[in-house]
């Protein structure tokens, strides 16, 4: 997985400025560099504090098992170059997080839930470019939860279980990111970062159960 992740993201690292390039022949910036280029439409001038909210997506592997991982995050936009805000994501398919034996004095199997979040950092690089690079990293924490029942997302129904067990981790999330300036309100990004738990601690469970890479993607709007 580690390695198709990095072989997608080097693809798209190459063929999105070769996109840019097309696209920015239709965006005049009449010669003031300060002017962020946006694809479909020319922005005014940036503002010095902006800010951002938005959706964020990834998909991820715990012990070879697809995981996909929903959340949000917010932030404050320092003179372009930097932000500091709040993220948080959760597990969204916990259905496909079952684990057998966890309780080996009964036999017993149950289902992973959790999630964690905390502060943002983000330096983005040549962010007035239509096309640029950010480096986002998480520092925070989470929490997971094993339980034999299982929440029904199509009826809202959760069949009743019991906890066997639970704990709480402190977690860091490096990463690196395309992004993509659509409009002066909305920008893409997509990329990778990695998760690294410490001190994860549930019964019958490897320390580094969910330390691996993500494929990200995000949606942010805000003032840019």
């Given at each position: 997985?580690?390695t198709?992740?990095?072989?997608?993201?080097?693809?798209?690292c190459?063929?999105?400025?070769?996109?840019?390039?097309?696209e920015?022949?239709?965006?005049?910036?009449?010669?003031?560099d300060?002017e962020?280029?946006?694809?479909?439409k020319?922005?005014?001038?940036p503002?010095k504090?902006?800010?951002y909210i938005?959706?964020e997506?990834?998909?991820t592997?715990?012990k070879g098992?697809d995981?996909f991982?929903?959340g949000l995050?917010?932030g404050?936009?320092?003179?372009?170059?930097?932000?500091?805000?709040?993220?948080?994501n959760?597990?969204?398919?916990?259905?496909n997080?079952?684990?057998?034996?966890?309780?080996?004095n009964n036999?017993?199997g149950a289902?992973?839930?959790?999630?964690?979040?905390g502060?943002?950092f983000?330096?983005?690089?040549?962010?007035?470019?239509?096309?640029?690079?950010?480096f986002?990293?998480?520092?925070?924490?989470g929490?997971?939860?094993?339980n034999?029942?299982?929440?029904?997302?199509?009826?809202?129904?959760?069949?009743?279980?019991?906890?066997?067990?639970?704990?709480?981790f402190?977690?860091?999330?490096?990463g690196?990111?395309v992004?993509?300036?659509l409009?002066?309100?909305?920008?893409?990004?997509?990329g990778?970062?990695?998760r690294?738990?410490?001190?994860?601690?549930?019964?019958?469970?490897?320390?580094?159960?969910i330390?691996?890479f993500?494929a990200?993607?995000?949606?942010?709007?805000?003032?840019?």
């Amino acid at each position: 997985m580690k390695t198709k992740l990095i072989a997608l993201f080097l693809v798209l690292c190459q063929a999105i400025p070769l996109f840019a390039q097309e696209e920015s022949k239709t965006v005049t910036s009449k010669n003031n560099d300060d002017e962020i280029k946006t694809l479909f439409k020319k922005t005014d001038h940036p503002v010095k504090i902006g800010y951002y909210i938005g959706p964020e997506f990834s998909y991820t592997q715990f012990k070879g098992r697809d995981v996909f991982l929903g959340g949000l995050s917010l932030g404050v936009i320092l003179n372009h170059f930097f932000s500091v805000g709040l993220c948080a994501n959760g597990i969204m398919n916990p259905g496909n997080l079952w684990y057998n034996n966890v309780d080996t004095n009964n036999s017993r199997g149950a289902y992973l839930y959790g999630g964690y979040g905390g502060v943002k950092f983000e330096f983005m690089v040549l962010p007035t470019s239509l096309v640029h690079v950010n480096f986002p990293i998480l520092i925070g924490g989470g929490g997971l939860v094993y339980n034999t029942g299982l929440y029904h997302t199509q009826n809202h129904n959760y069949s009743g279980g019991s906890t066997l067990d639970w704990d709480s981790f402190f977690v860091v999330q490096p990463g690196v990111m395309v992004e993509i300036n659509l409009l002066k309100f909305l920008r893409f990004d997509a990329g990778i970062s990695y998760r690294y738990t410490p001190d994860l601690n549930l019964i019958n469970t490897s320390s580094g159960l969910i330390n691996n890479f993500n494929a990200n993607v995000s949606v942010k709007f805000g003032k840019f």
